[in-house]
């Protein structure tokens, strides 16, 4: 069954660490890829989105992330992380114009 | 930029209560969307639509209608609310089918006493 699996429930890091976020699908073919951010008390906001291209896809507010076929992976990465970073992170995958599958979501939190 | 516009924001029923969610969006878009977020599970994808009068099932469509009537709403029948029941509804829209990014409404949270 296709599937979208965030391992970490949640995350903590210390302001000005870095940061990766994991994301693995099963899917067949090369699905499009996305990493939504949720702040607390607002609606879900798009991070960024890959299909095809630079394995490495750049996102608002530095974020990044890196998409592996081989390890059926789409990992979200920031150097640096500031306080206002402290959210719910979710990994969304979408195949054959079927509509988005999302993970369980990661909630990072990051001390000052 | 256009918005999402869920209504109500709050919604407490009774238990087999049949209860109702509206979703507007004025970006013009086709497609519309409706998950379920519960903590710890994520989002859950209970109907979406192509188009008006189009409706597609998700994964989580047992207990719920959906209705498509007009391109900028799309509405979410709980048919017989749970008891102790308590979950955010998410509308979302986007251009093309799964493609596109979607664009999220504040959610509707409902409970059921």
């Known amino acids: 069954a296709q599937s979208v699996t965030q391992p970490d429930a949640r995350v903590t890091v210390s302001e000005g660490a870095s940061l990766q976020l994991r994301c693995k699908y099963s899917?067949?073919?090369?699905?499009?890829l996305f990493w939504y951010v949720q702040y607390p008390r607002q609606g879900l906001q798009l991070l960024l989105k890959?299909?095809?291209?630079?394995?490495v896809v750049q996102g608002v507010n530095g974020f990044e992330a890196e998409f592996s076929k081989s390890n059926s992976s789409f990992h979200l990465r920031k150097a640096s992380v500031h306080w206002s970073d402290s959210a719910v992170y979710f990994c969304?995958?979408?195949?054959?114009?079927?509509?988005?599958?999302f993970g369980a979501g990661t909630k990072l939190t990051v001390k000052p | 930029g256009g918005i999402i516009t869920q209504t109500p924001k709050f919604l407490i029923g009774q238990e087999g209560q049949k209860l109702t969610l509206k979703c507007q969006q004025n970006?013009?878009?086709?497609?519309m969307y409706w998950y379920r977020q519960d903590s710890g599970k994520g989002l859950r994808l209970i109907y979406y639509?192509?188009?008006?009068?189009?409706?597609q099932k998700g994964d989580l469509s047992e207990g719920y209608d959906a209705s498509r009537e007009k391109k900028s709403s799309f509405s979410l029948t709980v048919t017989s609310a749970q008891k102790n029941e308590m979950a955010v509804f998410l509308c979302?829209?986007?251009?093309?089918?799964?493609?596109?990014?979607?664009?999220f409404g504040e959610g509707s949270k409902l409970t059921v006493l």
């Open positions: 899917y067949s073919a090369t699905p499009y």
């Open positions: 890959y299909y095809s291209g630079d394995p």
């Open positions: 969304a995958v979408s195949e054959n114009n079927n509509a988005p599958r």
């Open positions: 970006f013009n878009h086709d497609t």
């Open positions: 639509s192509i188009t008006e009068n189009d409706l």
């Open positions: 979302a829209s986007s251009n093309g089918q799964g493609t596109g990014q979607l664009y």
